[in-house]
């Protein structure tokens, strides 16, 4: 049974009156007690006693796993710290608090805790009320932004692979979920997502620790307006890693953006940028690691256009981009060989200029310029020039520093481009609210000058972070009106005054020794060091005048130690000069603004002439230095918002906890100072109205409802619960509590209560619930009783009611008898009247019939009489006209006669004796002249399937005329057949044969007369993908043809590759071209067909042969009668034998061991005119054919 909610509740006033208005107002008091409770555990027994819980979460301390805020675990130790980190993440809870800080473990798998429900759960709640969650700081930020017009900062640190980058991405979807909605606001928060695909393509990059890991330095200030509505954003990006673009460390990447072109761009774009698939021919891009498991580059690289078009960059923008990212990947193709010059200098010259000049091609600079930018070098100083060669390795380092510097540039670039698109449009006033994702610390095996960059930025990170977080407490302390007691922590400002002081610091000292004349190395650069820094606490160097560190072998001769406030780390020197130097000769920088390439052109501005500067420029030390004391400027106009991010383990997968790395990163992140400072003066603070909300059942006085003040209701229950005063303190609007465990106390007093009242409500609910029952069965009883009586009382009148009915039916039954009798005799007397009348009638109509039949008979002996002489009159009418007939034809034959005798004897005296026979041939000649110019001119077709022929002039000439008939025929096929080629000939001979095999027997044969026989369908010598079924079968193929095999076990067809040759017949892997089986012609016994219109074909094999260990083939073929046409006469040809063709309707099928009925019905179909198979049993497979 679940808990009503309030609209639903019924008050049960009736069942009640029996046990007075004392019970009813107790059950109303605790039902009121219920209500108002902020957490309260309902358990109600059923009809069968069983228990039901229902919990409803309001508060951080519900349901804790560990500890959910640092700040009341107890006892605080290094060991405690982690080991409620560790009992936390076991059970998926990767955020903790301390205090307003998140501590944010990287679970290194997907969660279902970012969902929409989640983030509806997470909006506008307090930040306690829930468990910890990025979602709760999201929001605490942005309504403090919105409802407080306060500016806000989203602080992420953490080393590389804790998390940074996905932690920003989860805080910017988080406001973008619960900010405004409408068509613009839509569209600014779907640009400023979609730039972070944009810039993690070109900016970050898989490493040892982290496979997306951000090698540069991210602040995007998003912009909002009065309602909270995002207008735009800023970004700000800090020195990109570089030097990545030419050499990474072993097991990492170049980039993204490379292996997503290469692996994601059509054959088109990858013609255009002069590019190929295979990584292996760029000497740019590392191969140990070019694949990542879980990473679709392709799919990515449609993600970042996809990206670039919604954020607005143009086509032609895109397509630029992508030829400088081209142009940057076949630079590091360019090799050199030395050559020595006539002076004895040596030079370096280009090996292949192919490379070169596609280089060229896709930046639209003049080749000869190029090469000669790699080959010589300008020094201009006042008004003289200087053009010295550069040797192979100063080549070598020109091409490295040309493709950092077109990537760097074309990065900043991107970022400027991305600002334009996602500034605020307005010019109102604007809340903004930042968000840092930055390089965690680092310590590698060999630390370079940008590690030692980036620590110097987290060391400045920490610093702010103490600063902050002290004054944050500080101001929240003398707001309430609390003591403010001095915290001892150490101030890591130390540190940050050795690397970035302008006298003494190590950045004023490299750029010291980079502007110095004369030769300067890295050995000179920490010579300097040593004798500047050697005193300093914090460094440690082996050549230093510290005579504790001579025999450290631990530090060697070129490298410096710093203590970081996250431990010490070991930089070797060597590169800090050129590294910080960051220079580009002069004549690579002029030849790159002589592209005709507008991007390229735009990034190198220094290279026009006329703008010539021959200051140098500042190094990068500078530059960054300057950069981070802008953001740190920046950071402190906000109110600050923190993100701990934490890796648990080296190996990026879930489910492992290493203590020893969590505990290195807990130290340099100094957590457990941080909550030392937080818990210096008073662990627990909470408003007097939620506090008096969640423990006001401990007190009578405040239970259920306190009317007064909520401090004074917090006092009374204080004061009640006996609490020392030393425990607690009180504020303007909050209640401070020392010690963790007076908190816990009341927890634990807060639970035993809330079973206590549990119970009691059980109580009177089980006693509510028995009356309740008890009066409904006495209402029940009453109501059968009434039920029954009226039963009683309808069985009785209806008794008596039937009796009466029988008693009136037999007297009905009587009456109705004696009327019946009447009227029979009634009936009786008319019918004898009737048939005394009918026989009169009869007596007279029959005397009356024989008198007409007497006149009758008079009346057509008369007729007869008068036909008989009718008759005699016209016979001898008919004997006298043919008599006279007989007269005139005997006188017309006698005349014709006499007039043939005077013929003859008048021309006897011109012909001799046979002139009669000449005549007649003479007549006959004639007509078969005649007869055959009429047959020339209505000569038919030449077609041998014209049936015409011209009709018979002469009776005599029937049997001529059949036999010319014949004979032309016979001449126009033999014209016809000399037209075909061999080839032809071959294939009506095929057809002849399916004629011959499968007509007016098969229902498939006349639609394939029409279809020429082609035989290879697959044309595998063609295609490179049936490349290695070509190698594997040395013959001649007749035919090749995808059909589909059929399962025995469950009537499902599997595609495959049937392949006929002189000797056998193959069935391959359509998709690897593997041979599944090969089975020679003589093999093959019999193929079986049904009569119907399918394409359904079993081969059956000789018993006891090789190929028929796995039992007989039953194939299906859309080509069925060329295939067994063609296999009939290869078999034919090769055995000498013909092969069987069983044409019917159900016929077996040998599968191994066991015989197989393939049964053909009639059937419609869900599928179309397809036909189906389908298996009934063990023995019987069914095709439904339509």
């Not at 400023?192 to 993690?200: A, G, K």
């Not at 091609?361 to 053009?387: H, M, N, P, Y």
């Not at 609390?482 to 950045?507: K, P, V």
């Not at 082996?542 to 406030?565: A, E, G, V, W």
Request: proline share 3%; charged share 30%.
């Amino acid at each position: 049974m679940g808990m009503k909610s309030a609209s639903e509740k019924q008050e049960p006033p009736t069942l009640l009156k029996r046990s007075g208005r004392t019970l009813e107002a107790k059950l109303h008091w605790f039902c009121s007690c219920v209500e108002n409770s902020l957490w309260m555990k309902w358990r109600i027994l059923n009809s069968e006693d069983k228990m039901a819980k229902m919990e409803v979460k309001t508060s951080l301390l519900d349901n804790m796993i560990g500890v959910g805020d640092m700040v009341l675990l107890e006892p605080l130790n290094e060991d405690s710290f982690i080991n409620n980190l560790k009992k936390r993440f076991d059970h998926d809870e990767v955020y903790t608090y301390i205090g307003s800080v998140v501590i944010s473990l990287n679970p290194y798998r997907p969660l279902p805790i970012y969902t929409p429900e989640k983030v509806e759960e997470y909006r506008n709640r307090n930040f306690y009320e829930l468990s910890p969650h990025i979602f709760a700081l999201s929001d605490e930020a942005y309504r403090s932004l919105r409802d407080q017009d306060k500016d806000q900062c989203i602080l992420i640190t953490g080393e590389s692979g804790a998390g940074k980058t996905e932690a920003s991405k989860l805080v910017m979807s988080y406001v973008a979920a619960v900010c405004g909605k409408g068509a613009e606001v839509n569209q600014v928060k779907e640009q400023l997502l979609q730039s972070n695909p944009v810039l993690e393509a070109f900016g970050n990059a898989k490493t040892v620790r982290n496979d997306n890991s951000s090698r540069f330095g991210k602040y995007m200030d998003i912009e909002f307006d009065f309602k909270g509505d995002p207008l735009g954003g800023v970004i700000s990006n800090y020195l990109l890693e570089k030097s990545r673009v030419v050499k990474q460390p072993r097991g990492e990447r170049n980039f993204h953006i490379f292996y997503q072109i290469l692996s994601g761009a059509s054959e088109d774009l990858l013609c255009k940028l002069k590019l190929e698939q295979d990584f292996s021919r760029y000497n740019y891009l590392g191969l140990d690691s070019a694949k990542v498991n879980g990473v679709d580059d392709a799919a990515n690289f449609r993600t970042v256009r996809n990206a670039m078009q919604i954020v607005g960059f143009m086509d032609h923008e895109t397509q630029s981009v992508f030829e400088v990212v081209a142009a940057v990947l076949k630079l590091g193709n360019i090799e050199f060989k030395p050559e020595s010059r006539v002076n004895g200098l040596d030079e370096s010259k280009i090996k292949d200029k192919n490379e070169l000049k596609e280089i060229c091609e896709l930046t639209g600079i003049d080749q000869s310029v190029l090469e000669r930018a790699f080959s010589f070098r300008t020094v201009e100083a006042k008004q003289e020039k200087v053009s010295t060669t550069l040797n192979v390795a100063q080549a070598y380092y020109a091409r490295d520093a040309l493709a950092k510097n077109l990537y760097s540039r074309l990065f900043s670039w991107l970022v400027t481009r991305i600002n334009e698109s996602i500034k605020a449009q307005t010019k109102v006033r604007k809340k903004v609210m930042g968000v840092l994702d930055i390089y965690g610390f680092e310590i590698f095996e060999d630390n370079s000058f940008e590690q030692f960059i980036i620590n110097y930025c987290n060391e400045k990170l920490q610093q702010i972070f103490i600063e902050l977080t002290l004054k944050e407490e500080q101001e929240e302390y003398i707001r309430e009106g609390i003591e403010w007691t001095h915290i001892e922590y150490f101030n890591n400002a130390i540190i940050c005054d050795l690397i970035e002081n302008n006298q003494t610091g190590i950045l004023a000292m490299l750029d010291e020794e980079c502007l110095r004349p004369g030769t300067v190395t890295d050995d000179t650069f920490l010579e300097k060091l040593n004798q500047v820094c050697a005193t300093h606490q914090h460094f440690e160097s082996r050549m230093s005048k510290c005579s504790r560190f001579l025999n450290d072998t631990s530090l060697p001769h070129s490298c410096f130690r710093i203590q970081h406030y996250a431990g010490k780390v070991m930089y070797q020197v060597e590169g800090f000069v050129d590294k910080n130097n960051d220079l580009l000769y002069r004549d690579l920088s002029q030849a790159m603004w002589k592209a005709s390439h507008s991007l390229i052109k735009a990034l190198f501005p220094e290279g026009n002439p006329a703008k010539i500067n021959l200051k140098r420029p500042p190094t990068a030390g500078s530059q960054f230095k300057a950069s981070v004391a802008t953001l740190m400027k920046n950071l402190q106009t906000k109110n600050p918002n923190y993100i701990r991010c934490i890796k648990p383990n080296d190996k990026k997968a879930a489910h492992i906890f290493n203590d020893a790395l969590v505990c290195h990163q807990i130290r340099y992140l100094g957590l457990l100072e941080n909550v030392r400072v937080r818990r210096a003066g008073y662990a627990f603070r909470q408003a007097y109205e939620p506090c008096l909300e969640r423990y006001k059942m401990l007190c009578k006085q405040t239970w259920p409802h306190w009317r007064g003040p909520a401090r004074a209701g917090v006092e009374v229950l204080f004061s009640e619960l006996e609490i020392p005063e030393e425990e607690f303190s009180f504020g303007r609007s909050k209640i401070f509590i020392r010690n963790p465990r007076t908190l816990f106390k009341l927890e634990d007093l807060r639970k035993q209560r809330l079973e206590d009242l549990a119970t009691l409500i059980a109580k009177i609910y089980r006693g509510w619930k028995c009356r309740t029952r008890f009066l409904l069965m006495k209402k029940s009883q009453i109501v059968v009783a009434s039920w029954y009586r009226r039963y009683a009382q309808q069985k009785k009148y209806q008794k008596i009611k039937s009796s009466a009915i029988i008693v009136q039916s037999y007297i009905r039954g009587w009456k109705a008898r004696k009327l019946l009798r009447e009227l029979k005799h009634q009936k009786r007397c008319n019918e004898a009247a009737t048939i005394i009348a009918a026989y009169w009638h009869g007596t007279q109509a029959r005397r009356e019939l024989r008198r007409l039949k007497e006149e009758a008979r008079n009346k057509h002996a008369i007729a007869v009489i008068w036909a008989f002489w009718l008759g005699y009159k016209a016979r001898r009418e008919l004997r006298r006209l043919k008599e006279e007939a007989r007269r005139k034809h005997a006188v017309a034959v006698i005349w014709a006669y006499w007039l043939g005798l005077k013929v003859r004897r008048e021309y006897r005296k011109f012909f001799r004796a046979n002139a009669g026979r000449k005549i007649y041939e003479f007549t006959l000649q004639r007509l078969m002249q005649k007869y055959f110019l009429e047959m020339k001119k209505k000569m038919p077709s030449l077609s041998p399937i014209d049936k015409n022929w011209p009709a018979r002039p002469y009776l005599f000439l029937d049997s001529t005329h059949k036999e010319l008939k014949r004979i032309f025929h016979l001449w126009r096929c033999k014209k016809y057949r000399d037209q075909f080629t061999d080839q032809q000939k071959l294939i009506y001979e095929e057809k002849l044969e399916a004629s011959e095999l499968f007509k007016d027997k098969k229902a498939l044969y006349p639609a394939s007369v029409g279809q020429p026989f082609q035989g290879a369908y697959l044309e595998i010598s063609k295609n490179p993908k049936y490349k290695k079924l070509k190698d594997a079968v040395d013959e001649k193929i007749i035919i090749a043809e995808v059909v589909n095999k059929i399962n025995r076990a469950n009537g499902k067809a599997t595609s495959r590759i049937f392949l006929l040759t002189k000797n056998n017949v193959l069935l391959a892997d359509q998709k690897s071209g593997n041979i599944k089986s090969e089975v020679p012609l003589g093999d093959v016994t019999k193929v079986s067909m049904s009569s119907q219109n399918d394409g359904f074909f079993a081969v059956h094999l000789k018993e006891g042969s090789g190929a028929a260990g796995k039992g007989d083939f039953l194939l299906s073929s859309d080509h069925l009668i060329e295939m067994a046409t063609k296999l009939y006469r290869t078999t034919l040809s090769q055995t000498k034998q013909k092969l069987n063709i069983e044409i019917s309707d159900e016929f077996l099928v040998q599968f191994r061991q066991d015989k197989v009925c393939v049964k053909f019905i009639q059937g419609s179909q869900k599928n179309g005119n397809i036909p189906t198979c389908k298996r009934k049993n063990n023995r019987l497979l069914e095709v439904a054919v339509p």
